[in-house]
Structures are given as structure tokens and as C-alpha cells.
């Protein structure tokens, strides 16, 4: 079994503020980290190091971003296909962290938002039936929809987290057979009920330290949140989404209670260190994680 991850990646910048500034401010900041980032290949990482084969796809553009990308990105036992694409920015964010302890984001979407519809399909080929086909909510409309459609048309097992919030996510339940949720994303898309009733098989609510649910018609799972001291929860959702997913696939089974146990383990690991890709369980963790 293979997965497929089609997506966004980014460089984030972490900056470290003592407050956020107000229109016409110039303040100090200092760095704190350069990290590869962006949903997809944040998913795409954390599968891979669970050991099960990962390809992922996105756009980037040709420039220097996209180089330090790709050159990241081989540091990782995945299958990398960046699409580069003339006359576009390479994506990235700058990651405010205030004193305080809330932060904010900025994130450009150029490159993932020229990701056609034709490259989103070639990034399928080889793709069997029972693979996992993993989207986020980063591309266009045409281009998630015409992806999600190829990946129902070779039997794939189409999965969506649909973050960032997208006007177009209703439209594409039908396409989807399992959607990863927060709560926020849950109650905007008019609740778990609404998506199962749109044709969803499967709906994993994640509620952040209260832990996650796997949702099914006529059935529910729990799985309390693993306690921790946390220092930074960016990337949870998308290690919780990605380990849970690795798990049922590596065991061949389909979601089950294991493997958001898994999940939430992986998570506690990741809330509790600071960063993204450099939070997420190493290869080495993760074979421990998982062997529980
Ligand atoms: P993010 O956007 O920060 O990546 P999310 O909103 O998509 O996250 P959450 O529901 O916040 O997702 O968290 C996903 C999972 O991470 C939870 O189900 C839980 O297992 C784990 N987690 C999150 N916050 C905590 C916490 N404070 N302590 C322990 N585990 C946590």
C-alpha cells in the first residue's frame, strides 16, 4: 500500500514578537526557526516516517524557496514530485509568536493555487485500488475536486481535512469517504451529522486537549488526548490526521481505536516540542509509537 498526499509545502519563517504590532508599528522580532511547512507536506512527512511509501505532490516555483524545498523535502524517505511552475512564488509563512503565547500566520498561497487539475491527476499514476489519497484545502476548487475524482475512479480511499475553510468543501463530501475534522472546521461545515449525511463513511472530530472521535453512522470511537506539557500545538491536527492513517494502513485494517491511539500519542509528542516538521516523531519514535 502506497499514499498519496497532494498538497501544499511552504518554508516557515517563526518569528518571536513581545506583541503584536498595531498599523504603521515597526518592531523588533527575533528568529526562531526556518522549517519546511505547509499541511500537505506536513502530512506527507509524518506518514513517511511511520515507514509506510509516501508520494507527495505539490507546486512550487523556480526560485530559491522551491531549491531549499525540494532540498529538505530529501532529508525524507518520501517520494517528492514538486511540480515547478514558471512566473510563481514559491509559498511560505511568517509565524508570529507573542510573548503572551498566541501566535499568528501569514501564508501565501501562489504556487498551491496554480496547481492544475492535469497535474493534480498525474500525480496518481501508479496509484492502486485501496490506496490512500490524502487533500487538504490549500488548492483550487477544480484542481481538489478533478484529484479527489481520479482518486475515487482507481478505487483509491479518498480522505479530506478541510483546512483552511473552503466555500467549495460541501460540494466534494460525495467524492470523500473520510474527512478529518476540528472542531471549529466541524461546526462551520454544519456539523458531523451534515458530513456523514453527505456521504462521508467516516468522521474523525479532533478536539484539540479534550482528544478525538471516529465517527461513523451507528457508531463512535474515543480516544482521550495523551497528557503533556505543551509548548507549541502548530502541526497536531496534521500528525493526528497522517499517524492514524498510517497505522490502519500498515496494519491493513481500516480506522479503528489503535490507531488513533497511535495518533494522539504521536500528537502529545508534537504539542509538546516546539516547530513543525522538527516536532513531528523521527523515524525512530514513531517505530516505537507505533509498535504499542
Ligand atoms: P492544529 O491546527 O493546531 O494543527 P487542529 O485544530 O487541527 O490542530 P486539534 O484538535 O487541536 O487539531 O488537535 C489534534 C490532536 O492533537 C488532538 O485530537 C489531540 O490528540 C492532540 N492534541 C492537541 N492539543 C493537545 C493538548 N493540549 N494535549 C495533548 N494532546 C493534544
Request: glycine share 12%.
Amino acid at each position: 500500500m502506497k499514499a498519496f498526499v497532494i498538497g501544499n509545502v511552504a518554508l516557515d519563517e517563526t518569528l518571536s514578537i513581545e506583541d503584536f504590532p498595531r498599523p504603521g508599528a515597526s518592531i523588533f522580532g527575533a528568529a526562531l526557526s526556518r522549517d519546511l511547512g505547509g499541511k500537505g507536506a506536513n502530512q506527507a512527512i509524518v506518514m513517511a516516517r511511520t515507514g509506510l511509501e509516501c508520494r507527495f505532490a505539490a507546486a512550487v516555483g523556480r526560485d530559491g524557496r522551491g531549491q531549499e524545498i525540494a532540498r529538505r523535502l530529501e532529508a525524507e524517505a518520501l517520494e517528492a514530485r514538486l511540480i515547478e511552475i514558471a512566473g510563481t512564488a514559491t509559498d511560505f509563512s511568517i509565524i508570529l509568536m507573542a510573548e503572551q503565547g498566541e501566535n499568528a500566520v501569514i501564508t501565501t498561497r501562489e504556487a498551491a493555487a496554480a496547481m492544475t487539475p492535469e497535474m493534480a491527476r498525474g500525480a496518481l499514476d501508479g496509484a492502486q485500488a485501496g490506496d490512500p489519497l490524502v487533500m487538504q484545502g490549500n488548492l483550487g476548487a477544480e484542481t481538489t475536486r478533478a484529484a479527489l475524482a481520479a482518486g475515487r475512479a482507481r478505487g483509491m480511499r479518498t480522505v479530506l481535512n478541510p483546512s483552511p475553510l473552503q466555500s467549495y468543501f460541501a460540494d466534494l463530501w460525495p467524492l470523500v469517504d473520510c474527512a478529518f475534522v476540528n472542531e471549529g472546521e466541524a461546526k462551520a461545515l454544519g456539523g458531523v451529522e451534515a458530513i456523514l449525511a453527505a456521504g462521508v463513511t467516516d468522521v474523525v472530530l479532533t478536539l484539540g486537549a479534550q482528544g478525538a472521535a471516529l465517527i461513523r453512522l451507528g457508531g463512535r470511537i474515543e480516544v482521550t488526548a495523551e497528557p503533556c506539557t505543551v509548548l507549541d500545538t502548530t502541526g497536531a491536527g496534521d500528525c493526528f490526521m497522517a499517524v492514524a492513517l498510517a497505522s490502519a494502513a500498515l496494519r491493513g485494517s481500516g480506522l479503528d481505536a489503535r490507531a488513533l491511539g497511535h495518533a494522539a500519542r504521536a500528537a502529545a509528542y508534537t504539542v509538546a516540542r516546539a516547530g513543525t516538521v522538527s516536532a513531528f516523531p523521527d523515524r525512530a519514535t514513531m517505530a516505537s509509537l507505533l509498535s504499542t
